[in-house]
């Protein structure tokens, strides 16, 4: 187990942005992104000395989390309830901010029209590819699907994106 907190510090620096990825796939609201980034990294500082390297990759434990608060979102959302993120809690001073984020950070509207046609399952195992740059046995471990399944979800899911896309181009051509 890992409870040093220079090694999570090395942690969220590798991971940061394949945790903003999987979310910027599935969120169209950058504020949004940027919130449940932070609250993964939160929840993870939390459960910091639980964690086991011989279970899970670090990348793999954070983009479950992420997952988890997504739905959590998903459904706070359907609800129309909105909470706050709590202050104060101990390792904000480890994690710092980004003060300066790149504006064009999202992904492109062409991209976006494209996977608005997935269903929800679909979207989800391409950000966990794409957006969380996972492999199809890290994903199968994150979403509890056979690894037969995710590669399947993922081969027709690029497919119908392709044909999307190639739609679009067609279409302003």
Excluded: C, K
């Excluded at 979102?73 to 300066?100: K, M, N």
């Amino acid at each position: 187990m890992s409870s040093e907190p220079q090694d999570f510090v090395a942690v969220y620096d590798e991971h940061v942005w394949d945790v903003y990825g999987f979310l910027g796939y599935r969120l169209s609201s950058r504020e949004e992104v940027e919130d449940l980034v932070q609250g993964t990294f939160e929840r993870a500082l939390r459960a910091w000395d639980r964690f086991d390297p011989e279970r899970a990759s670090a990348r793999t434990w954070l983009l479950t989390i992420a997952q988890n608060l997504l739905i959590d979102h998903y459904r706070r959302s359907s609800r129309g309830a909105e909470e706050p993120l709590p202050e104060g809690e101990p390792g904000e001073e480890q994690l710092g901010t980004y003060e300066d984020f790149d504006v064009r950070l999202g992904i492109a509207p062409e991209l976006e029209a494209a996977l608005d046609e997935l269903n929800e399952r679909e979207r989800e195992l391409i950000a966990l590819r794409f957006g969380g740059d996972l492999n199809g046995p890290e994903i199968a471990d994150v979403t509890g699907l056979s690894l037969a399944n995710v590669q399947q979800i993922l081969s027709r899911s690029l497919r119908r994106m392709r044909a999307t896309l190639g739609a679009d181009e067609r279409a302003r051509a």
